[in-house]
């Protein structure tokens, strides 16, 4: 049996480290004086000591992590985390039930972006920014942060790395160190948010907006401190800058670090998963404009050009943000746009789903196996850009695709049995396993309507897409807790 013994030590650890997150709503609160302090700084305390608590009774038992440990850490540390977080939103929102808290929590820390709260836009402050710094915190990973930042964990931080990475070239590194890698994400992820709240200020937001859509654009989770997303404020140069954040945050960044590095665009250019994605974004956006102005939901194609550039981009990206009611759409163009969201976005990004380079690799091994019903001698390499994609690698990206297909047909068919339709079931397994968050039908703007089962259904299929399916499903295999 796998000894959880010092799995528990670290996962300690990292909630007393965890704790800190809570000084964001505190400043927020003093700030915008909604008197809510005291919730936070008890919310605080109750993590620290939880932390502190395991720590202290297993602190005999620390040793470095094993490969096993990082899958059982990481699992751990998101459900006791995005637990945890409740505690401000059961304090403020007194017949909030743990289900609904929970959901809300599990979405922000996993990017899904699925809401079940209404009134967004009278909420307290605090509350708005509590929920958009824990998809901040979410987007690049609080693990990845923590191994950036506590040498507590050692050599066995890469296991955890590996475990809360998305994509598939996990083992790919920019630096020499694991830490030093975590920290130039960090950094890179740090500023590109800076630089989007200043803009977003610039464009008009006020500082709460700003700050909180900054915080969900880069994280690509979608919260936004309006019921009505970002339709609310309807400016289209505000669209517009978000629109290029989040098309940042879709693409690797091992990429942005190689461009700031080098101080040019072109390691940008030369990544196959980057020219693939804005390239399928740049098309999809003016095909759906175009079929939109057909169909005559809107009467001039540069006003298609726009709402269709927002919501298409977001949904895409895995961000979730809405300015119209895409849901009302003709059928075709929400869902091609659920489809990109299963595809778009690269590896090493804050966002969800099977990831381009997948898709690029799963279709280029495809071609060669026609070609090879046609010259069976013939022997041609799997190639992505410049680079060989070795066949262990193309095997396991087959495994993810297929578990990751049966975790959408196993939970739709949950939610259908459950009383769903079938429009609202699919839509709503695809939004929540890509972390994008809306869906269709009774999910196209909120998911409070759907009951207790439905939605811790919806809980797991979250964390299962935020951790790349197999770091997830991996416990539930009996070989996993032998030795």
Request: charged share 10%; proline share 3%; glycine share 8%.
């Amino acid at each position: 049996m796998i000894d959880l013994l010092p799995v528990t030590n670290v996962l300690g650890r990292l909630m007393a480290f965890f704790s800190l997150a809570y000084v964001i709503p505190i400043a927020g609160s003093l700030i915008y004086a909604d008197h809510l302090v005291h919730d936070y700084v008890y919310a605080m305390a109750v993590t620290a000591a939880v932390g502190v608590l395991m720590y202290v009774l297993t602190r005999q038992h620390y040793r470095e992590l094993r490969p096993r440990d990082g899958f059982v850490l990481v699992v751990a540390a998101w459900t006791q985390m995005a637990a945890i977080a409740t505690i401000p939103l059961l304090l403020v929102y007194r017949d909030m039930s743990f289900t609904d808290a929970f959901f809300e929590t599990m979405s922000a820390l996993t990017t899904t972006g699925a809401t079940v709260m209404t009134g967004l836009d009278d909420a307290p402050a605090s509350i708005n920014l509590w929920r958009h710094a824990l998809q901040w915190l979410g987007g690049m990973g609080i693990i990845v942060l923590a191994v950036a930042v506590l040498p507590l964990l050692g050599v066995g931080g890469r296991e955890l790395y590996k475990a809360e990475v998305p994509g598939p070239m996990k083992d790919a590194r920019l630096t020499a160190r694991i830490t030093d890698t975590a920290k130039a994400l960090w950094l890179i992820y740090f500023a590109l948010t800076v630089a989007c709240a200043l803009a977003l200020r610039a464009a008009g937001m006020n500082w709460l907006d700003a700050v909180s859509h900054a915080f969900s654009a880069l994280s690509l989770g979608g919260f936004s401190t309006r019921d009505a997303s970002v339709g609310a404020f309807d400016d289209a140069v505000i669209e517009v800058i978000l629109i290029v954040f989040m098309i940042l945050a879709a693409l690797n960044f091992a990429s942005h670090f190689a461009a700031f590095h080098a101080r040019s665009l072109r390691p940008l250019w030369r990544d196959a998963e980057a020219r693939a994605a804005i390239g399928v974004l740049g098309v999809s956006t003016l095909g759906v404009s175009w079929y939109l102005l057909a169909q005559e939901t809107y009467p001039d194609f540069l006003t298609a050009l726009r709402h269709v550039a927002f919501n298409l981009v977001s949904v895409a990206t895995d961000c979730g943000y809405a300015s119209q009611d895409f849901a009302s759409w003709p059928v075709f163009a929400p869902l091609w746009m659920m489809f990109l969201a299963c595809v778009t976005v690269s590896s090493g990004s804050t966002g969800g789903g099977i990831k381009m380079i997948r898709t690029l690799t799963l279709a280029k091994q495809a071609s060669h196996e026609l070609t090879r019903m046609v010259h069976p001698t013939v022997v041609r390499p799997v190639k992505i850009g410049s680079s060989v994609i070795a066949p262990s690698i193309v095997q396991a990206m087959l495994g993810f695709i297929f578990l990751y297909f049966m975790t959408v047909v196993v939970m739709t068919f949950a939610l259908i049995v459950s009383g769903l339709d079938f429009i609202t079931a699919l839509s709503a397994v695809i939004a929540c396993i890509n972390n994008m968050g809306p869906g269709l039908g009774d999910v196209a703007a909120n998911y409070a309507g759907l009951n207790a089962f439905q939605k811790w259904l919806l809980v797991a299929t979250m964390l299962i897409g935020r951790l790349e399916v197999l770091s997830v499903l991996v416990l539930f295999t009996a070989g996993f807790w032998r030795k």
